[in-house]
């Protein structure tokens, strides 16, 4: 399935490509900036923000592989294998509660 | 289920295809994959161009004007226009963007955003692969695209794309998780990840009762409608668009047909994210009397003019205030309500079979059903209540700090007086 | 030549490739979109193995979440653009990773070998065969359903079975986060000035010389603060 419409998008693509006008130009080829000229590198000041958001969402993406199965598995489950389960859910949010405590989930 | 007029279309052709292909099963098999898979992807494009249409109508007369209505009688013509207009448009390329990459991402934009399509069921029996880990298929499709958004602002060499890229990933990255969270619930009672299973557990088969998701796990619906809306980045939480602000973010330096792939690949997600909402919480292509599609559509019309009607009316949140929503409201309340659902599920079971098997109180269907919702909105409202009160303790602090600030004005201004005396 | 394995070698060629262009390519962005192009290869190796739960949970964490780490770690070290990756100790790299794969194969066709005297009573005793990972088909709660999934699901909270490894990967998850935050906090001056003179003290009194006079004001980065995105 993927690659069947990776395969009709490259085929829009080409089409595309055949019917536009080409007139390539010097301006139009210049790095956008709010049409100015642009100054400096194209070097972006990284927050560490973006690195723990990504972070606490690894954490996540990995209790739910863990969690998806034994949702799947939950009607057959006895109360102590729930409880289980809900501690380990206890358990990150846990992490959570602590990186909002240490103020990490706010966006200045 | 009432007269299925997909399968009616689609078995002939299919054992059509096979008899013709009988020499090579195989080759049956990927032809008939193929076919479907076209098939699907004309449906989703032809959709894309109906949805721009009626959503630039439906958002004008929303905010009192009429729309375009030059292009063909009532604007008709409209898709068509815009389509010529992507097509013929000069793509021009920054001199030092990074060729392969800048080019690669809108194509996989694309691609992601039409393969998520293939596990929505259209009606009984008719999907694009049967996958059991459907559910867990879409999330994973979400998290593909977000490369392709790395990509597409770093191969730019713009500042600003750059920036514009990495503030919607961490949008993207950030409601994917209540998403997971409030899935889980539905995978449980469904026990099954595959979205036909979710669909039948929905419907009267099997010995199911007929109560759709939304009735169980209201929370868990409102909850994944929000994230599912943040994720296309609708608005309100289409800040990375907005004209005052980074211009117009990972997509600042492309044009032409990259551009309509970036607007496809947008336009085609949410209403990937309309039609998962139906299957997974509104029951799919189930109902009463007319065909199952037909049911799918009307739902999933119903849904995506909700989406519409946000659009026109409510304001764009702050990036901050998206974030404090999404990590310290709904976040926490999902892993609330699903330890609370967890452990109730077990509590109150539904059948006499499973209370022999593990224990619990029997309550029927409709009594788990009643007691689901229950818990979930005593969840949500409590965590309403308790947000509404955080906020209103920082309002008075807030006020507090006014009204000495004033008076410590007032003080300095009657002084001044004083002195000027 | 079966279709499965024109798969596998497709497949192959997507992983290895993919990790030899990682480790060869000039541009640290480019080597880390060669890594999620090996992921996507290693999901196709689930598919083929009829897993495919574990291929969507490749792609979900690997490609959705890790990668994404990567990518944010890679521009978060300046100069990145500067920084052509060079490694002198290559050639020495391939020969241990050469001999370590060589030494794979060799214990992967013996399957299992035999290690005198680690048994019980001094005897010897088999190691390296594949344990089964599921005794699902042993216990007797009734309803766990026959899908694999469902096992193993049921084999993460069963006491018998796995239930203590994942509460244990609970916790070192939330220990990973807890560490990470700790270093990558940003902190605020106030929290700075303490740091420093915390070491200063530290180090003052491993040297035994008298403790310092506490620190000015430090020259807090301004990159922290200056630009609010």
Known sequence: ?108 | MEFNIIKFIVDPIDGFIRNLLSFSPLLGDLVTMGLAAIVICTVAAVSFMALTYAERKIVARIQDRIGPNQAGPFGLLVPLADGIKMFTKEDTTPRSADRGVFNAAPLIIATFALAGFAVLPFSPGIVGTALNVGVLYTIAIGSGSIIAIIMAGWGSNNKYALLGAFRTVAQLVGYEVPMILNLLPVVALTGSMSLMDVVYRQTLANGNPGIPFIVYFPFCALVYLISGIAETGRSPFDLLEAESEIVAGFHTEYSGMKFALFFLGEYVNALAVAILFVTIFLGGFAGPVLPPVVWLLIKCALVFSLFMWLRGTLPRVRVDQMHDLNWKFLVPLSIVNLVVVLLIGKIFVATEATQQATGGIVVGYYGQAAIFAISNLVVLFGGLALAARAGRVRRLADEKIMAARAEQNQLAASRAIAVGK | MTTQQILFIVCSAIVLGGALLVVTTRNLFHAALFLILSFFGVAGFYVLLEAGFFAVAQIMVYIGAISILIIFSVMLTRGMQAMTPRNSQAAIAAVVCGAMFVLMVLLYQRGSFTLPGFGVNGTERQVGAIPWAFAGEENNISGVPETWIAKFGFSLVDIQQYALPFLVSGILLELALIGAIHVARERRPAEIIAERAEIAAEEAAEAELPAPKPMPLPEVAPAHHMESH
């Open chain 1, 1 to 108: 399935m993927l690659v069947t419409a990776g395969l009709l998008m490259g085929v829009t693509l080409l089409a595309a490509s055949l019917l536009r006008p080409k007139k390539p130009s010097a301006t139009k080829a210049d790095t956008y900036e709010c049409g100015i000229e642009t100054v400096g590198d194209t070097w972006v000041q990284f927050r560490v923000q973006y690195y723990i958001f990504a972070l606490v969402f690894v954490l996540f993406s990995v209790e739910a592989v863990l969690l998806f199965p034994i949702a799947v598995a939950y009607n057959a489950l006895p109360l102590y294998a729930v409880l289980i389960t809900v501690l380990f859910i206890i358990i990150l949010l846990e992490a959570i509660v602590f990186a909002w405590r240490k103020g990490v989930l706010e966006w200045n």
